[in-house]
């Protein structure tokens, strides 16, 4: 129950198109969820966080789409760009800062 | 705004050792996080320190501990080296303020163990 499963697994994207990354869980406790960014030989960045109170956050070309009574959350980026091309992660916690991690998806947009 | 520095950045040490790891959190922020990075168990919560209080720990064993200064900075020791402790052990700094749970990452200190 305090896994986080996220998908796809790897993820190849034509430059200007969308990438899409999705993650679920079962911990209903569950009510800060962040999606990181990382690149190899850098600690992960926060790049956008969503509480289970909202349906969607953006921020620039990061979107969080969140359904609450499917317990699923997912990361859009819009316009992707080679510069993009990385590791994210999702991530779900309750009222703690003990990070359930999921698996990754490694994300790579061709020029 | 200086971000998370760990020291050292990479470590080479023997089965049997026991190594140390430095966190310095960004100015301000008082709750450090450990996690360990490894290709196969993913990143995973190793514990929790607040006002140099252990607040959250992962299931670890007890040869993984940690500890937090009147600073703010941490350090995360690991005795008895085994070969499966070779890993990414990435530190995290939050400003433990309402209810953000925001945490920011350091570079993290890659450990391989031979």
């Known amino acids: 129950q305090q896994q986080v499963k996220q998908s796809p697994q790897s993820l190849i994207v034509q430059k200007g198109g969308i990438s899409i990354i999705n993650c679920a869980y079962e911990n209903t406790a569950f009510d800060y969820f962040p999606w990181y960014q990382q690149f190899p030989g850098k600690g992960p960045a926060l790049l956008i966080a969503?509480?289970?109170?909202?349906s969607e956050k953006k921020e620039g070309r990061f979107t969080i789409s969140f359904n609450k009574s499917a317990k699923q959350f997912s990361l859009h980026i819009m316009d992707s760009q080679p510069g993009d091309s990385a590791t994210y992660f999702c991530a779900a916690s309750a009222g703690t800062y003990k990070y359930i991690f999921g698996t990754g998806t490694r994300l790579k947009v061709l020029a | 705004k200086a971000g998370v520095t760990q020291t050292p950045r990479y470590l080479i040490k023997t089965r049997g050792q026991q190594v140390t790891l430095s966190c310095s959190p960004i100015s301000g922020h008082r709750s450090v996080s450990w996690y360990q990075q490894t290709p196969g168990q993913g990143l995973q919560f190793l514990f929790e320190y607040f006002s140099e209080t252990q607040r959250n720990k992962g299931n670890f064993p007890g040869r993984f501990s940690g500890r937090q200064f009147s600073n703010s900075r941490s350090e995360m020791n690991v005795s008895t080296l085994e070969l499966g402790d070779s890993a990414l052990y990435l530190c995290a700094s939050s400003l433990s303020v309402g209810s953000t749970y925001e945490q920011y990452f350091g570079p993290g200190t890659r450990l391989t163990v031979t």
């Open positions: 969503i509480r289970p109170d909202v």
